[in-house]
C-alpha cells in the first residue's frame, strides 16, 4: 500500500524542467521527449508525485536519447500529492486519484500515440504508477512492462500479467518489501510464457529511481543502474 516511505523525498517540482515539451495526449497533459517519428514508444507512469518532477523528466530525456518517443502523463490533472498540505493526507488524496482512473485515463493516452504511428508501447510504473502498468499487461495494450519500488502491486495482478515484465524493487522497502518480491519471482518462474526478471537492489530504499538527491554520488548510481536494466528491457521487447 501506500505509506510514509511512498511520501518520503518528494521532488521540487518543475513545470519547465527536461529537454521536452508538454503537450495534450489522449485528453491528459504529457510531457513528450524524443522524435516523433520513432515507431517505438515508453510511457512512463509517475509516483504520487507526479510528471513534473525534473528527475523524472531527465529519465524520459535519457530513454528517448536511445531511440524511443517518451510520453510522461500527468495523471493527477494539476493534482500532485502535497505533503505539506495536512488537510489533504496520502488516504484521503488517493481517493481522488486511484490507479484505476490511472488505468482508464490510459488508453485514450495509448490511441493517441499509436495515431502517431508508434507501433510498439512498453511502459514504465514507479510506485503508485505501477498498478498501472501491470493493468495495462493483464489487458495486452503493451508490449513490455517495468515496475520500479511498485505500491499496490499484488500477487493476482502479477499472475493476471501477460507482457514481458522486470521488476526492481528495494531492499529497503516497506511497501513493496523484498519479501513479496519473492513471490512474485516465484509466480513468474512458473508461468514460463511470459519473460521476466526480478531484481532486490541492496542499500536503496523505496523511491531510489526517481526521488534521488542529484548531489549524492552512491544514490544517482544507485538510480542509473535501474534505469540502464529498465532501458535494456525495453531496448529487448519494445520493438
Not at 485514450?108 to 511502459?123: E, H, M, R, Y
Not at 510506485?127 to 515496475?147: F, P, R
Not at 519473492?182 to 536503496?204: D, G, M, R
Request: proline residues 7%.
Amino acid at each position: 500500500m501506500s505509506g510514509p516511505q511512498c511520501c518520503e523525498n518528494p521532488p521540487a517540482l518543475n513545470p519547465v524542467s527536461g529537454s521536452g515539451h508538454v503537450e495534450k495526449l489522449g485528453g491528459l497533459d504529457a510531457y513528450v521527449s524524443g522524435s516523433p517519428d520513432s515507431k517505438l514508444c515508453v510511457l512512463l507512469i509517475s509516483d504520487i508525485f507526479g510528471y513534473e518532477a525534473p528527475n523524472l523528466r531527465a529519465l524520459a530525456d535519457k530513454v528517448a536519447a536511445s531511440g524511443f518517443y517518451v510520453v510522461v502523463p500527468d495523471y493527477f490533472y494539476g493534482d500532485p500529492y502535497n505533503p505539506s498540505n495536512q488537510e489533504r493526507p496520502i488516504t484521503v488524496w488517493i481517493k481522488d486519484h486511484g490507479a484505476d482512473k490511472g488505468f482508464e485515463d490510459t488508453k485514450p493516452v495509448l490511441d493517441a500515440i499509436k495515431s502517431k504511428g508508434i507501433t510498439a508501447i512498453g511502459a514504465a510504473g514507479m510506485c503508485w504508477g505501477a498498478k498501472v502498468v501491470v493493468a495495462l499487461s493483464k489487458q495486452e495494450l503493451i508490449q513490455a512492462a517495468v515496475l520500479l519500488h511498485p505500491s499496490f502491486v499484488t500477487v493476482d495482478d502479477i499472475k493476471s500479467g501477460k507482457a514481458p515484465i522486470a521488476i526492481l524493487g528495494a531492499e529497503n522497502d516497506n511497501t513493496s518489501p523484498p519479501a513479496l518480491l519473492k513471490q512474485f519471482e516465484e509466480i513468474l518462474a512458473s508461468k514460463p510464457e511470459v519473460n521476466s526478471y526480478v531484481k532486490i537492489y541492496p542499500k536503496v530504499a523505496h523511491g531510489w529511481t526517481v526521488r534521488y538527491n542529484t548531489d549524492d554520488a552512491e544514490a544517482v548510481k544507485a538510480a542509473e543502474e535501474a534505469h540502464k536494466e529498465m532501458l535494456d528491457w525495453f531496448v529487448t521487447y519494445v520493438k
